[in-house]
Nanobody, 126 residues
C-alpha cells in the first residue's frame, strides 16, 4: 500500500525557514515522481517543487525558485522541502504527492498524481 506522510509545518515569521518532510512507503522510491503542492484558502492547489525518477530531475514553481530546495534521502524514502526566506504568501497547507507515471511537462498538475499525503499547515506571519 502506497503511503505518504507530510510533516514539519508550523508558524514562522516572514524571512524565516521551515523544512517539510514527506515520508513514503509501499513503492520503489526511485521509480516515482514526488511533488510538493500547496493550497491556500480560497485558491487552487498549486505545484511547488518536484523530484523525478532517481531524483536527478527537479522542478520549482517560479514563485519559490531561489528560496525553496527539494532533496531526498533514499535510505529513508523521504523527500524534504527546505523553505527559506518565507513570505506571508507562502501560507498554505502543503501536501506531498507521488506517482510513477507523471509527464515532466505536467509535474505541477494534480491530475497526474494518484497518491497523496495528508497536508501540513505552514503559516507565515508578517
Amino acid at each position: 500500500e502506497v503511503q505518504l506522510q507530510a510533516s514539519g509545518g508550523g508558524l514562522v515569521q516572514a524571512g524565516g525557514s521551515l523544512r517539510l518532510s514527506c515520508t513514503t512507503s509501499g513503492f520503489i522510491f526511485d521509480d516515482y515522481a514526488i511533488t510538493w503542492f500547496r493550497q491556500a484558502p480560497g485558491k487552487e492547489r498549486e505545484g511547488v517543487s518536484s523530484s523525478f525518477g532517481s531524483k536527478a530531475t527537479i522542478y520549482y514553481a517560479d514563485s519559490v525558485k531561489g528560496r525553496f530546495h527539494i532533496s531526498s534521502d533514499n535510505g529513508k524514502n523521504t523527500v524534504y522541502l527546505q523553505m527559506n526566506s518565507l513570505k506571508p504568501e507562502d501560507t498554505a497547507v502543503y501536501y506531498c504527492a507521488a506517482d510513477i507515471w507523471v509527464l515532466v511537462g505536467r509535474w505541477n498538475d494534480t491530475d497526474e498524481y494518484d497518491y497523496w499525503g495528508q497536508g501540513t499547515q505552514v503559516t507565515v506571519s508578517s
